[in-house]
């Protein structure tokens, strides 16, 4: 797994998470309990701090990056879709970030919020709290109900298992073996 210090920074990560070794991991980068980095993601905590807290998902080619004496913070179980771009960002609790969105310098994304796929938060946009948000750039078309919460949770609970059966059971093989040479 690349892990890199910078500049006698280096990465803090929970013996509960699970990063793909395929994932760097930058400097001031601190991964909370049960967080799942997917593969090819990249976090760069070499300006500034990055946190994931607990049981949040960092999906495959998710890209985090911050500027000197900022915190770009994801909060507790919230999801990072795939291939999703965050710069400075502040994430609360429970939030979903589409596939492929992006989430500029300095905005907030509120607590149970959804920014759709291929989203764009602008700079310094404030998405409250409990709305569905899409487009280029977003604009909220609804409210958070009941049935999204629950199917939130029940998706962070698979990741989160998902977490743990990749620490216990990832093996990586040879080539051979993938060929039929035992």
Same mark, same amino acid.
């Given at each position: 797994?690349?892990?890199y210090?910078?500049?006698? *920074?280096r990465?803090?990560?929970?013996?509960?998470?699970?990063?793909?070794?395929s994932a760097? $991991? $930058?400097?001031?980068v601190r =991964?909370g309990?049960?967080?799942?980095v997917?593969w090819?993601?990249?976090?760069?905590?070499?300006?500034?701090?990055?946190v994931?807290?607990?049981g949040?998902?960092?999906?495959e080619?998710? =890209?985090?990056?911050?500027s000197p004496?900022?915190?770009?913070r994801?909060?507790?179980?919230?999801? $990072?879709g795939h291939?999703?771009? @965050?710069?400075?960002?502040?994430?609360?609790?429970?939030?979903?970030?589409?596939?492929r969105?992006?989430?500029?310098?300095?905005?907030?994304?509120?607590?149970?919020?959804i920014?759709?796929?291929?989203?764009?938060v602008?700079?310094? !946009?404030?998405?409250p709290p409990?709305?569905?948000?899409?487009?280029?750039?977003v *604009?909220?078309i609804?409210?958070?109900?009941?049935?999204?919460?629950?199917?939130?949770?029940?998706? *962070? *609970?698979?990741?989160?298992?998902?977490t743990?059966?990749n620490?216990l059971g990832?093996?990586?093989?040879?080539?051979r !073996?993938?060929?039929?040479? @035992?």
């Open positions: 797994m690349p892990f210090e910078f500049e006698g *920074k990465p803090t990560i929970d013996a509960t998470a699970w990063v793909a070794p760097d $991991i $930058i400097g001031d =991964i309990p049960r967080c799942y997917g090819q993601a990249v976090l760069r905590g070499d300006h500034g701090r990055i994931i807290e607990a949040s998902a960092v999906e080619g998710v =890209i985090v990056h911050t004496e900022f915190v770009s994801i909060g507790p179980e919230a999801t $990072i291939g999703a771009m @965050l710069h400075n960002a502040t994430v609360e609790a429970f939030v979903v970030i589409g596939i969105a992006t989430i500029s310098n300095f905005a907030t994304v509120g607590e149970w919020a920014i759709g796929e291929m989203g764009l602008r700079e310094r !946009q404030m998405i409990g709305v569905i948000a899409v487009g280029q750039p *604009k909220i609804g409210q958070i109900e009941q049935r999204h919460k629950e199917r939130w949770l029940a998706a *962070k *609970k698979r990741y989160q298992d998902f743990k059966r620490r990832l093996k990586e093989i040879e080539l !073996q993938l060929s039929g040479e @035992l």
